[in-house]
């Protein structure tokens, strides 16, 4: 019980670390293009519109449907007898895990559903702003100190599941397969 409460304070206290402290140390760049043609800027559908105005609004909520979903993950947790059901004890986890995953998800929804920007700014953009880099190790300790992950491993807890060493070998060898699967990915599309 100790361990679900540590790991739902966690998914609690990051979601909050990404919505109030995250932003402080975002850096602001003032960007100058020109240009002698018309810069037209394509208009958003709608559904790329709707898309990024609920992302937003469930980034903003996140913690507080988080710690709902922590409070009855906690209170409706079984306390044993014959009628334990595992199930009752999974939905606050597989509703948090959808709170923490849905805003992300939005947003990447919008940006591929947004219109792309005329190719002068583009250039423009990559001229002055360097492309972000993918450094693998960042990406994954951005996931693991993530949210989702939080609620993934309280919904463990709280189901009392206990892996055995051999399933923890199986998801190092899958972690370790996927990160080899991104490396060689990033080396043919550099090349």
Known sequence: MRVMKVFWSAAVALSLWDLLVEPLFT??????????????????????????????WLARLQPVLL???????IRSRPRGGLNVRR??????ATLGLVVALLPAALAEA??????????????????QVAPPS?????????WLLSPATMVLLAGIAGAGVRPRLTDLREA?????AVILAVFLLTALIGL
């Open 67 to 73: 710690a709902l979903a922590a409070f009855w993950a």
């Open 134 to 142: 993918f450094v693998v190790p960042r990406l994954i300790l951005a």
């Open 27 to 56: 850096e602001t760049v003032m960007i100058t293009c020109s240009s002698a043609g018309s810069l037209d800027w394509p208009q958003p559908v709608p559904a790329a519109q709707v898309a990024g105005f609920l992302g937003d």
């Open 172 to 176: 190092g060898l899958v972690v370790a």
């Open 110 to 127: 919008e940006q591929r559903l947004s219109p792309d920007m005329p190719l002068a700014w583009q250039e423009c953009l990559h001229a």
């Open 87 to 92: 199930s009752s004890s999974l939905l606050p």
